[in-house]
Structures are given as C-alpha cells and as structure tokens.
C-alpha cells in the first residue's frame, strides 16, 4: 500500500507546533512514532494535508517524578517506558501494558506512550485497505449512515484497544493538553467521549504534552491482563487493569479497567466499589467483582474484534480476576 502525498511539517518548538495546528485546523494530523497513523493513512481512513511531526519537541520526551506525580512526557518510545526505573517500582501495570504493546520492534523503534493513549478506536469491518472498504457504503465512523458491526445501530461501537490506556485508567492519571490558546488538564476519564465516531475530547488545535500519574501510596499494587490471538502483534481481544490499595490487609482504592470493550477503556466503578474494605482473602468478593465486570463490560461488547462476542465476554471476567488478584499479591510484596 503506498502513503497518499502530504505535506511533512516538523516544527522545531512547541510553540510552533501549537501555531501549525492552530492555522491548519482539520487538515492537519499529529505525528508522533507513526506506527498506528501511517498505517491508517496507507489505508486512507485518513487523508490529512498536513502532517506535523513531533520529533523535534525533546522537552516531551521524559518521566520524572515530581511533588507526589509521575509525569510522563506524551513523546516518551514505549521503550523507555518499559525500562524506566520509576514505571517499574511504582506502575507495574503500566510496565506490564506497555510490554504487550505490539512486539519489541514497535515499543524500540517508534512507537510513544503519548500515541498509545491517542489510538483511534478499532473495528474489523473498518480498518482494512481502501479496496476491502470500497465495495461498501460508508459506516458510521467513515460518515456514513451504517453499521456492520451491529443491526440497525445508530451509532458506532469500535473499540478501543490501546494497552497503555487500559493501564493508565485503572491507575488514574491525568492528561495535559495544550493549544496556542493555553493549557488544560483533564482526568483521564474525560479525556475519552466513549463515542466510537469520535473517541477524544481533544480539540483539532490541541497536543497531549504529558500524562500525570499520583504516585501510589504504600500497600499499593497494580495488574494488566490482555488476551489475543498471537501473543505478539496483536491487538488486544478484550483486557483489564486494576489497581488497589492494601491497609490492614483490606482493600481501598480500587480502580478497574476494561478495554477491548467500548469506546474508551471502560472504568468499572461499581465493580470496584464492592472490592472496597474488603479482606484481600475473600475469594467470594473477588468472583462477584468479576461476575460484575464481565456484566457490565459485556453491555458494551458487539462482535467486531475477530473471537466470538461471548468467549470476549467470559475472558473480561477472567481477565479482572486475574488481575485483582496479581494487583493484591504486588500490594502485599
Ligand atoms: C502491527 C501492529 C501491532 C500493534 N499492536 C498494538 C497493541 O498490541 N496494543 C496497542 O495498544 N497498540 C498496538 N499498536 C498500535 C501502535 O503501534 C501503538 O499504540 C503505539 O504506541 C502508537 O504510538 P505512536 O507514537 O506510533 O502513535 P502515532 O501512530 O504517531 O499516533 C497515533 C494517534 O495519536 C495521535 N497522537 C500521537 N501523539 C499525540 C500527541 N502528543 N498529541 C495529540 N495526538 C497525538 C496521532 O495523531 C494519531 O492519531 C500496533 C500497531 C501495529 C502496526
Ligand atoms: S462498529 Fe460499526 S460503525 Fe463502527 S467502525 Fe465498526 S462497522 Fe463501522
């Protein structure tokens, strides 16, 4: 597949790359390591006129621990993510997420923590080449008025299928967003709109600069869990992050995620609520936080990433099991 012709711009600051994005609007895409952005463009699912490389912009390229947060610079390759000294003590999931990303080439070669977190949201019957797409009308999330995915659905529902924010919701992080208009930061929980058509609160004129992480408090712990088909390359079927606290050998603090599921990694509140002040030994509290996941997860779940929707069901289930229970082991040393 050949890239379509674009206009390559690598501004040398951030102030210029805010001033690009600024004048070029909707014709303008970002470029950060461009493993997930060139293959769409090879695809032609987009068609920007502009592409504004980040590559220049090395104050967005580290993680630091500051004042109780860890901040990770949004250009930060998923290689220096794995081997950073800070990830690994404090954010085991994230580790963990990062280590499933695709296979080593993509985490050494290109790929950042920044363009993880702002992976479209996928579908099977969207992302393929321009030839497969060209005997159907447009769906939902190409401007059409269709879905393959679901009957009659009137919105669309591709997933997102990013390891990284899967992690980084069941941690809890905050993202910096910046635009030539100024600064905001929002929870990761508003950062995604949960809408398959369009995935991000991010504006056109905006940049992730960083991503935010509290430094977890002591007796803290945190697990990633992912399923698919290879055990390299390969997006995730359905995964989940959780992330707990242990006092007193009780829980506190939990935080569930599932992605593969919706729009957005999915943050169960519910399930993780009936976790909470729990002995860290009760297996029966364990089974009905999972058999609530899987419930609500499973609302979420239409058939479009390739396994069966029901085997992505049960595996949610599993999925959060094994990872309150690897969270608590990590908690407890
Ligand atoms: C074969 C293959 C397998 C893969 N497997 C996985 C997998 O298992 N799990 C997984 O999570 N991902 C997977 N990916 C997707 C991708 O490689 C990773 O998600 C990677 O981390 C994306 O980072 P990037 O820097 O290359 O992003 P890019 O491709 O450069 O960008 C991705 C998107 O984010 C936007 N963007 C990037 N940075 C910013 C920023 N700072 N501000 C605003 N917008 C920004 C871009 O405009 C683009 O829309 C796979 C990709 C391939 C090709
Ligand atoms: S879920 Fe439906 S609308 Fe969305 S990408 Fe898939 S087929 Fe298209």
């Not at 994005?21 to 303008?28: C, D, I, K, Q």
């Not at 860890?70 to 954010?91: D, F, H, N, Q, W």
């Not at 929870?187 to 809408?195: I, L, N, S």
Request: net charge neutral; with cysteine.
């Amino acid at each position: 597949m050949i890239i379509p012709e674009f206009e390559y711009l690598a501004p040398g600051d951030l102030q210029e790359a805010l001033d690009c994005l600024a004048s070029h609007g909707e014709e303008a895409v970002v470029l950060a390591g461009g493993t997930d952005l060139l293959v769409r463009m090879k695809q032609r699912l987009v068609k920007p006129r502009f592409v504004v490389s980040l590559k220049n912009l090395e104050g967005l390229r580290s993680i630091k621990e500051k004042d109780g947060v860890i901040v990770i610079g949004a250009m930060t390759p998923l290689v220096e993510v794995l081997e950073s000294e800070i990830v690994g003590k404090y954010l085991p999931a994230l580790r963990q997420a990062v280590g499933k990303i695709g296979a080593p080439s993509i985490q050494h070669f290109r790929g950042t923590i920044g363009g993880n977190l702002c992976l479209d949201t996928r579908c099977l019957f969207y992302n393929q080449s321009q030839f497969w797409n060209s005997g159907r009308t447009p769906c939902h999330k190409n401007n059409g008025q269709t879905c393959y995915a679901e009957e009659n659905s009137d919105r669309c529902r591709s997933a997102n299928q990013s390891d990284g924010a899967c992690a980084l919701m069941a941690l809890g992080c905050d993202v910096v967003l910046a635009s030539s208009r100024g600064e905001r930061v929002l929870p990761v929980e508003d950062f995604f709109t949960g809408k398959g058509e369009s995935p991000f609160t991010i504006e056109l004129d905006e940049l992730m600069l960083e991503i935010h992480v509290p430094v977890p408090g002591e007796g803290a712990g945190s697990s990633f869990q992912k399923i698919s088909y290879r055990s390299a390359i390969d997006f995730a079927l359905v995964s989940a992050a959780v992330s707990v606290r242990v006092m007193d050998r009780r829980m506190e603090a939990v935080r569930i995620a599932v992605g593969g599921a919706g729009a957005a990694p999915l943050l169960l509140k519910e399930a993780a609520a009936t976790l909470m002040g729990k002995p860290i030994d009760d297996a029966r509290a364990i089974e009905a936080t999972s058999d609530l996941a899987k419930r609500h997860a499973s609302a979420f779940m239409v058939e479009n990433l390739g396994s069966s929707l029901e085997y992505r069901q049960k595996m949610a289930r599993i999925l959060v099991k094994r990872a309150t229970k690897e969270a608590i082991a990590i908690a407890t040393g």
